[in-house]
């Protein structure tokens, strides 16, 4: 079964600043598409960024970018020019054959002014 | 554009009573649908999905049901509540097909089992 790791349950940074964010899943499949998604206090999730296992480039959003490194299974979130916005629960997010996501326990993230 | 609704917001339920939540997506045609399960502080689990009307699909035997009894309505139910059904029920949606599709969530409900 495909698992993913967050293991980092909390962090906290200064607004401005950046902050990574670590996710690691495990699978043997080649295709396969990962996620990032937000949980403001509000508890709606919304979708940081989308990234497709076939291509190299990372995601960019505006001021959301991951680092991709498929060999090492590896998915991090990073978030530059923090902002009090910011502050929300993180899910990591993994999806192979079919639509079925396997989510992450999540990072609290605390922006701090 | 597309939206998805989720109702009710808040439900506080006796032990052993029914339940009945609802999702409803707009903009959008035969979209997969799926219910997902959040216990407090810990990440979502899926409980169902489906691929179109009277299509459902369980991943979690319990004593919880889904139906779908139109395009882009979909329902969970229980007929006797435990206290461990207590979370937050979250609906989605992505797009039709088999394809490895987007989810978007609905604004969820908060249920709370006494």
């Known amino acids: 079964a495909q698992t993913v790791t967050q293991s980092q349950p909390e962090m906290s940074v200064q607004e401005a600043e950046t902050v990574t964010l670590s996710c690691t899943y495990d699978t043997s499949e080649n295709n396969y598409y990962l996620f990032w998604y937000k949980q403001p206090p509000s508890r709606q999730m919304i979708l940081v960024i989308r990234?497709?296992?076939?291509?190299?480039q990372n995601a960019t959003e505006n001021r959301f970018s991951v680092n991709f490194q498929k060999a090492a299974k590896s998915f991090s979130l990073k978030i530059s020019d923090s902002q009090l916005g910011d502050t929300a629960m993180y899910f990591c997010a993994f999806m192979e054959y079919g639509n079925k996501l396997v989510f992450g326990a999540g990072t609290i993230l605390r922006v701090k002014s | 554009s597309q939206t998805i609704h989720q109702w009710p917001a808040t439900l506080v339920q006796p032990v052993g009573s029914p339940l009945s939540l609802e999702c409803t997506v707009e903009?959008?045609?035969?979209?997969?649908l799926y219910w997902y399960r959040q216990a407090a502080g810990r990440g979502l689990q899926l409980l169902f999905y489906s691929v179109g009307i009277g299509q459902i699909s369980s991943e979690v035997p319990q004593n919880l049901s889904a139906s779908r009894p139109q395009d882009r309505q979909f329902i969970l139910s229980s007929k006797k509540l435990l206290l461990s059904d207590s979370g937050f029920y979250l609906c989605a949606w992505s797009l039709g097909g088999g394809g490895q599709e987007t989810q978007y969530f609905g604004p969820g409900t908060r249920l709370l089992v006494l």
């Open positions: 903009g959008t045609s035969n979209p997969n």
């Open positions: 990234q497709e296992a076939y291509k190299q």
